[in-house]
Each structure stands twice: as C-alpha cells, then as structure tokens.
C-alpha cells in the first residue's frame, strides 16, 4: 500500500513538471508568434507602401525633367499630394487589420475606386502593350472600407501585368451585381499559374515571380495574403482560377451596396 502511496505522489510531481514544462513552452510560442507576426506585418507595409511610392517617384521625376512646363509640373505634383495622402491612409488601414479593429464600410462607387487605382499607379498600360477593358456600370455600389478595396485592386491590377510583360496582352476588370452581392473580376491574358502552385498562391511569403522579375525584387510574397485579409474582413470571398499560357482571373465575391 505504502508502495502505491509513493508511485502516485510520483506520478503526480511528474505531472506537475510536465504542465510547467507545457506552460513555459506556450509562452515561448506566443512570444516567437508575435515576432513573427511582427516582421509579416512590416512586410506587409513595406509591399503596399512601395506600391505607392514608385508612381509617386515618377510624378516627382516629371516635374523635374519640365521645370518649364508649369500646367505640367502642377498636375505632376498634385498626383504627389494625392497619393501622399493615400499612402497615409493606407498606413492607418494595415494597422487597423492587423490591430483587430473594426473599420467603418460605406457606400462606394465601384466604377471610381477602379479609376482612382489607375490614376494612383500613374502607368499608361499601352506602353507596356497592354490593352485595359473595364466593364463595370456607372450606378453599380458596393459596401466596403474604400482604400482597402483599392489596395486589394491595385495589388490584382499589379500583378496582372507582371504576368503579362514583357508580351503584352489584355487586362480586363468586370463587376456585376449578382443577387445580394457584387462579383469583380479581374483577369489577363498573361502566363498564367501552374497547378501545383494553385494551392500555395494565398500561402505568406509565396511568390510566383521570379527574383529577376521587377515585381519579384520588390515583393515580399504578401500582396495576395494582404488581399484575402481585406476581402475576409468584408464578409467575401476570392478565388482564382488559372492555366499556363492562357492567363489569370481572380474573383471577388462581396455584399453589394444595396444589401448592407
């Protein structure tokens, strides 16, 4: 009996050391998680970010190759001004994501966000051979917080024609209301995405760009991570569908302006 008295105290200290042991090693993970949870969120910064710097660097560049041309120099920096406020609002808008907050979704139109994301990028797509259609009605609304979508678009748009240089081809932007919803599409006619990395395409830190690439010395692998975040925290969905030398749509699925 006295044995027995003696194995279970044992076995209880065992038991014991074994859940401090537990308890230390979840600290350890919840301190190794916020680290790295630290550097996704500086790399994702750090990829929005840029996305509105190297159009600003050209509006600045334009101004000082024509210093005679004052109507141009103007608008060269008031594109500055602009998207200098942009990137502040895109600033407060990762954080506010990645903080848990809740951001307040209003009624935009579809149509101007898009046109606002072209002038943003400050890219005449033509001179990389690229035609861009945009099918999307005048009236169309949808409910969302207005520079998350446009980053969402403009990190798709980006993409798109990554995939599609130095050829050339043709981007197209569709939205229709869809019973509650809106669907936007965005697709090209570039080089596609292999299935075995179809799976893997939403995943942090993976790329389909190569480290030759423009876009893949600049990227972090985080653009589409970032996208999911934001249609997610939008009550959507996106999905991609793809094949190799055919071309990309991604599809975004969101409650419309009209069903808040």
Same mark, same amino acid.
């Given at each position: ?7 279970r ?8 050391l ?6 230390e ?19 994702? &910064? ?11 660097? =050209? ?31 895109i ?11 809740? &951001?307040?979704?209003?009624?935009c139109?579809?149509k ?15 001179k ?45 932007? =569709? ?7 809106v ?57 991609v ?13 969101l ?6």
């Amino acid at each position: 009996m006295q044995q027995l008295i003696v194995k279970r105290r044992s076995l209880n200290k065992e038991i014991n050391l074994q859940l401090q042991q537990n308890k230390e090693l979840q600290a350890r993970m919840a301190k190794l998680q916020t680290l790295a949870n630290l550097g996704t969120i500086s790399a994702i &910064v750090a990829h929005e970010i840029n996305n509105i710097l190297m159009p600003l660097g =050209n509006y600045a560049q334009v101004a000082l190759n024509n210093p005679q041309d004052s109507q141009l120099t103007q608008k060269a920096l008031q594109k500055t001004v602009h998207n200098s406020a942009r990137a502040a609002e895109i600033l407060e808008s990762i954080l506010a994501i990645v903080n848990g907050e809740a &951001v307040e979704k209003r009624i935009c139109r579809l149509k101007q966000l898009v046109e606002e994301v072209f002038s943003c990028i400050g890219r005449d797509f033509e001179k990389d051979k690229i035609k861009v259609r945009m099918e999307i009605s005048d009236g169309l609304d949808i409910l969302a917080v207005p520079v998350q979508l446009q980053q969402v678009l403009m990190n798709l748009i980006l993409n798109a024609r990554e995939a599609m240089m130095p050829a050339g081809g043709t981007l197209l932007i =569709n939205a229709k209301r869809q019973d509650s919803t809106v669907v936007i599409e965005v697709s090209d006619t570039g080089c596609g995405i292999e299935p075995r990395d179809m799976k893997k395409i939403f995943e942090p830190f993976f790329s389909t760009k190569t480290p030759q690439s423009p876009a893949g010395r600049i990227g972090a692998g985080l653009g589409l991570v970032f996208c999911k975040e934001i249609v997610n925290s939008h009550n959507g969905t996106i999905e991609v569908q793809s094949k190799p030398g055919t071309g990309t749509k991604f599809i975004i699925t969101l409650p419309d302006g009209e069903n808040p």
